[in-house]
C-alpha cells in the first residue's frame, strides 16, 4: 500500500482518545511522523506504550488553551522532526465534562475555551511554522462537528438547557473558513470535518441509555453512529497531498445525519 503521508511531520491534538487516537495510529501506517499531544498524560503514556518505540512518534503533554503550551508544542515538533506539515485538532470537550457544580457561564467557557479558543491558538502556532516550509505550506484538519451546521436535537436530553457545545463548533467551522480562505494562497490548506455522532469516551456515558442510544442512532440515515477509524480515514485523506485541491472546506462526515 502507497503511504499517502510518508514523510510528513504531524501534529495531533486530542490524541490520547477517540478520534484524535484512531488519526494518531492511522498517520503512523501512511508513514507520518506523528506528535501526539493530550492534556491526559497518564492516556498519551498508554498510547506511546502501545505504538512502541518506533522513532515515528512524540507524546507532548499540553492544554490547548494555554497559549504558551500550543506554541511550545509546535516547537518542540520541529525541533524532534525538522518541520510542521499537518496539524489535526481533535481535543475537543462537552459540557458534560465540565465540573457539574459549575454555572452555565461557567460551563460556556469552559466549553469555548477548549473547543473554539484551543482549535485558534493550535491553527496560530503551527501557521507560523508551516509559513517557514520553503513555500511548501501545510495543511490544517479541524474536527468540528454535526452541531457546528444544526442545532442540538430537540429529541434528545442534554444536562444545562443551553449547550455551549453547538456554539464552539458553530466558531470552528467559521474558522476554518476564514483562516482557511486566508491561508490558500500561501499553500496552507484548512479544513475541517463535521463528524456525527461517534462511539468514544465523549459520548459513552449518553448512549448508556439504551432509549436515548436508540434515538441518536436513528438520526443518520445511515441508522448507525460511527467509528472513530470512520472518522480518521477522512481526515487522513484530507491532510493528504491527494486532497490537494481542497481549501477551506467543511466536510460533513455524519452518515448522512444533516442531509436527512
Ligand atoms: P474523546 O473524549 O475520546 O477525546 C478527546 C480528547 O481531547 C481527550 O483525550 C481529552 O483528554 C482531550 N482534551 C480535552 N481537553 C483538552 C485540552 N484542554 N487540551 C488538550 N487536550 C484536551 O472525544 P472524541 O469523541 O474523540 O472527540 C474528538 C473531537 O471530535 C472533539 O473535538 C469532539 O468535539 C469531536 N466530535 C466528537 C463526536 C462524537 O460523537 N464523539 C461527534 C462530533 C465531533
Known amino acids: 500500500m502507497t503511504q499517502r503521508l510518508k514523510d510528513k511531520v504531524a501534529v495531533i491534538t486530542g490524541a490520547a482518545s477517540g478520534i484524535g487516537r484512531a ?86 467557557d469552559a466549553v469555548m475555551a477548549v473547543n473554539a479558543k484551543g482549535t485558534f491558538l493550535m491553527c496560530h502556532a503551527a501557521v507560523e511554522a508551516m509559513r517557514r516550509n520553503d513555500g511548501n505550506g501545510g495543511a490544517i484538519v479541524n474536527v468540528a462537528s454535526i452541531m457546528g451546521l444544526v442545532g442540538y436535537p430537540t429529541s434528545l436530553p442534554f444536562s444545562d438547557g443551553f449547550t455551549a457545545y453547538p456554539h464552539s463548533k458553530g466558531a470552528v467551522v467559521q474558522l476554518t473558513r476564514d483562516m482557511g480562505v486566508r491561508l490558500a494562497q500561501e499553500g496552507i490548506r484548512i479544513n475541517a470535518v463535521c463528524p456525527g455522532f461517534v462511539y468514544t469516551a465523549l459520548t459513552e456515558n449518553v448512549i448508556d441509555d439504551p432509549e436515548v442510544h436508540e434515538t441518536m ?14 472518522i480518521a480515514n477522512v481526515i487522513a485523506f484530507l491532510a493528504s497531498d491527494e486532497a490537494s485541491f481542497v481549501a477551506a472546506a467543511v466536510w460533513p462526515v455524519d452518515g448522512g445525519y444533516t442531509a436527512a
Open 23 to 108: 488519526t494518531a495510529l492511522r498517520f503512523l501506517e501512511e508513514g507520518a511522523s506523528v506528535v501526539a499531544t493530550d492534556v491526559n498524560q497518564g492516556a498519551l503514556g498508554t498510547l506511546v506504550e502501545e505504538i512502541g518505540d518506533s522513532g515515528q512518534v512524540e507524546a507532548i503533554a499540553a492544554d490547548v488553551t494555554r497559549r504558551a503550551d500550543t506554541e511550545g508544542v509546535v516547537e518542540k515538533a520541529v525541533t524532534r522532526f525538522g518541520r510542521l506539515d499537518i496539524l489535526v485538532n481533535s481535543a475537543g470537550i462537552t459540557p458534560r465534562t465540565v465540573d457539574p457544580s459549575a454555572d452555565f457561564e461557567a460551563r460556556w
Open 217 to 230: 442512532r436513528k438520526l443518520h440515515a445511515l441508522g448507525r453512529m460511527g467509528q472513530p477509524e470512520e
